[in-house]
Structures are given as structure tokens and as C-alpha cells.
């Protein structure tokens, strides 16, 4: 039996006052699904944050065993095509999911590099998927839509409260 685990991370980053957090939520199949946040190291790059709150959401799956042997694909979406992007290009055998709402990567291809900071969190999220079968989604953030944008918009509230409530003042 093989699984599927769909996740969805968002970062707030706030260059005024730096603060950064995660916000990320899981489902897997079967299961029930997870709400995580996290404060970041401050950044002021917003995809390195984006990154790092996938990183750490797939780290926390991992760590708590949501994530079982048998899960043999890994669903990542997010509202940042750039970081999606860069994960594209570290990890060659994911495959672009569009959705009708979303924004195909291609969007980026032109226009995009990435820092050595954002190859490294991408190879980090290579190496702890192992060689599991990896889709890559782009989910319109701030946006009335479908399910996805709501799970979004939990995402970035998340990473809003661990950016402001979680973190020393």
C-alpha cells in the first residue's frame, strides 16, 4: 500500500520589524490533518522563508512519524512560485501539479536565479524526501477560491502568530 501526504506551508516575514515565522498544514491519506508553526531566523528573503517553512513542516512530519514508510509521494504547495522554482530545479524528478487557480512555474523560469541560502534549504528538502515521488503546487495566496486557498490562508495566519506571539519582543 503506497500514501500520499499533501502539504502546504506559508512564511511572514516583516523587514520592519524583523520577525519571521512558518506556518505549514499536512494530510496524508487516512489520516487526520496537522497544524504546525514555528518562528524563523530572520530573513529579510522572503523564498528563503517560504523554503525553510516546507523544511520544517516535512522535518516535523518526519520527526513525529506522520509521515510512514509507505507515504511514496509528497504533495508540496505553496503560494511562492519562486520557491517552488528553485525546488524544481534541486530536485529534477518533481512534477508540476497545475491546478486551474494556481500559476504554472514556468512563470519564473525567465527571470528567476537562486541564492546559495535557497539551494541549500531546497537540497535539505531533497535529502529528507529521500526518493519519494515529489509534486509541486502553486496556490494563489490572499484569494476567494476553493479549499486550497482556505488551508493557505490558515498557513499564513500561523506563521503571522509565530512571527509575532512566539518570538522574544
Same mark, same amino acid.
Given at each position: &500500500?503506497?500514501? &500520499? *501526504?499533501? !502539504?502546504?506551508?506559508?512564511?511572514?516575514?516583516?523587514?520592519?520589524?524583523?520577525?519571521?515565522?512558518?506556518?505549514?498544514?499536512?494530510?496524508?491519506?487516512?489520516?487526520?490533518?496537522? #497544524?504546525? %508553526?514555528?518562528? #524563523?531566523?530572520?530573513?529579510?528573503? *522572503?523564498? #528563503?522563508?517560504?523554503? %525553510?517553512?516546507?523544511?520544517?513542516?516535512?522535518?516535523?512530519?518526519?520527526?513525529? =512519524?506522520?509521515?510512514?514508510?509507505?507515504?511514496?509521494?509528497? &504533495?508540496?504547495?505553496?503560494?511562492?512560485?519562486?520557491?517552488?522554482? *528553485?525546488?524544481?530545479?534541486?530536485?529534477?524528478?518533481?512534477?508540476?501539479?497545475?491546478?486551474?487557480? $494556481?500559476?504554472?512555474?514556468?512563470?519564473?523560469?525567465?527571470?528567476?536565479?537562486?541564492? !546559495?541560502?535557497?539551494?541549500?534549504?531546497? @537540497?535539505? !528538502?531533497?535529502?529528507?524526501?529521500?526518493?519519494?515521488?515529489?509534486?509541486?503546487?502553486?496556490?494563489? $495566496?490572499?484569494?476567494? =477560491?476553493? $479549499?486550497?486557498?482556505?488551508?493557505? @490562508?490558515?498557513?499564513?495566519?500561523?506563521?503571522?502568530?509565530?512571527?509575532?506571539?512566539?518570538?522574544?519582543?
Amino acid at each position: &500500500m503506497s500514501g &500520499m *501526504v499533501t !502539504i502546504f506551508a506559508d512564511a511572514s516575514v516583516n523587514t520592519q520589524h524583523k520577525r519571521a515565522g512558518a506556518g505549514a498544514w499536512a494530510k496524508g491519506d487516512g489520516r487526520s490533518s496537522v #497544524l504546525f %508553526r514555528k518562528t #524563523l531566523e530572520y530573513d529579510r528573503n *522572503v523564498t #528563503l522563508a517560504e523554503l %525553510r517553512a516546507l523544511r520544517f513542516m516535512i522535518e516535523h512530519l518526519f520527526e513525529t =512519524g506522520y509521515i510512514q514508510p509507505d507515504d511514496d509521494a509528497i &504533495m508540496l504547495q505553496s503560494d511562492c512560485l519562486q520557491a517552488l522554482w *528553485v525546488l524544481s530545479r534541486i530536485i529534477p524528478y518533481a512534477v508540476e501539479k497545475k491546478h486551474p487557480n $494556481g500559476a504554472p512555474l514556468s512563470k519564473w523560469k525567465q527571470r528567476s536565479s537562486e541564492s !546559495i541560502w535557497q539551494r541549500r534549504e531546497a @537540497e535539505a !528538502i531533497r535529502q529528507t524526501l529521500g526518493s519519494r515521488r515529489v509534486y509541486l503546487r502553486h496556490v494563489r $495566496g490572499h484569494k476567494e =477560491g476553493d $479549499g486550497r486557498q482556505w488551508v493557505n @490562508e490558515q498557513c499564513d495566519r500561523l506563521a503571522k502568530k509565530a512571527a509575532w506571539e512566539d518570538s522574544p519582543a
